[in-house]
């Protein structure tokens, strides 16, 4: 039997083990779906407290069932470490670790490069590698083939290398890891056999194999860049309207009762979370590679980016209507997650917007169910419960997060001024003391 086929055999008898490396907002769901669907899951992690919880069967991430976890740790299916060697001991792993960008808003590869290093230490032959983290066309083949082949392996023959990006999408009640399609390409069309054999062993949702692992991270950078310039116009649309004194969610609304040619997005105070805020610059940066200039992904970034600082001066037009400065007001800023009903603060435009507040004076109320505490500045931030007696405290009452948690009820009778940047509000009566964007 052929090394493809031992390894294909394998997958379809649930002998393969598998590994996953980088146990975070990605990984972990990634890996309790593989245990739950029969396989020997290892997780990798760099991050000690990590390991340990998901060995005490403790959950950190919101799209994990608690008892999932746990069981599939009971029954011995998943366990975590952060010893590399231990990959000697799988036939499949998943690279599932962060990919930011750096300060100069270029891509930041360096935990792909690692993680790609110390998995080739210690590759085997009839091995799959999966990268999963979202990155530039290429990355596949220009770091992770080349350190399996400096080990003397050879891609597609007695190593497997292929890219099927994340599809994470975090609180989403319908789609989940388990469900979403998954998007596949190889560098061989042996690798992207094996890896999609692996996926459909695991998952609902649709595989759909492509011709290469760069068309795989083209798509998944297409995703989100749509998302991104969609959600850009959106703001400028609200940015224009709010001058024009007309509502733009009601623009919106109207607008989506066309059957065809035409998807609703919505404004916001920014962009956040792992993927849009960052995605679209990869493909900015790789296309300088061409000689290219992405003029309309950057003059999206340029107004989404510019969206906490509308909202601050908004903040500052209606205190002023008060007769009140920004400069010595407390601001109740409700939600502080990037996205309704989870936990998650990454990239999240409250930071800044909390931020650019302090700076400028005000005294700010940090309230969030989801969110206990955050870092800011290089300080720890406590949230704080939503009491009518926090509310009345304040001079303005700034909605950044739309959590379903909230009691809009109180918001509307216990606030001086309110100030809604998600239209969370829409059904309450109308307030003369209430904006939105």
Known sequence: MTIVNTLLKKIELKEAIIGVVGLGYVGLPLAVEKAKAGFKVIGFDIQESRVNLVNEG????????????????????LEATTDYQRIQEVDAVAICVPTPLDRHMQPDTSYVRQSSKEIAKYAHEGMLVVLESTTYPGTTEEIISPVLEANGLVVGENVFV?????????????????????????????????????????????????????????????????????????????ILCDKMDIDVWEVI?????????????????????????IDPFYLTWKAREYNYHTRLIELAGEINNSMPEFVVHKCLEILNEFGKALKGSTVAVLGVSYKKD????????????????????????????????????????????????????????????????????LVARSSKAIFDTRNAMSKQEKMDNYYKL
Not at 60 to 66: A, F, L, P, R, S
Not at 182 to 204: E, M, Q, W
Not at 253 to 277: D, E, Q, R, S, V
């Open 253 to 277: 609304n109207a607008a989506k009762t066309k059957p065809y040619g035409f998807m609703a997005f919505y404004p916001g105070p920014g962009l956040g979370g792992h993927c849009i805020p």
């Open 342 to 409: 989870i936990d998650d603060v990454r990239e999240s435009p409250s930071l800044s917007i909390i931020s650019m507040l302090k700076q400028r004076g005000a005294e700010v109320i940090s309230i969030d169910p989801h969110v206990a505490s955050f870092k800011l500045d290089h300080q720890v931030v406590e949230t704080v419960p939503l009491t009518e007696k926090a509310i009345q405290s304040a001079d303005l009452t700034l909605i950044l997060t739309d959590h379903s948690a909230f009691d809009y009820d």
């Open 58 to 77: 403790h959950n950190y991430i919101g799209d994990v069932v608690d008892e999932d976890l746990s069981k599939m740790v009971k029954l011995g299916r």
């Open 162 to 238: 292929a890219y099927s990006p994340e599809r994470v999408d975090p609180g989403n009640k319908l789609y989940n890891t388990k469900n979403t399609p998954k998007v596949v390409g190889g560098i061989t069309s042996n690798c992207t056999a094996v890896a999609s054999a692996l996926y459909r062993a695991v998952l609902d949702g649709e595989v759909h194999e492509v011709s290469s692992p760069a068309v795989a991270e083209m798509e998944k950078i297409f995703e989100n860049t749509f998302r991104h310039i969609n959600i850009a116009l959106a703001n400028e649309m609200a």
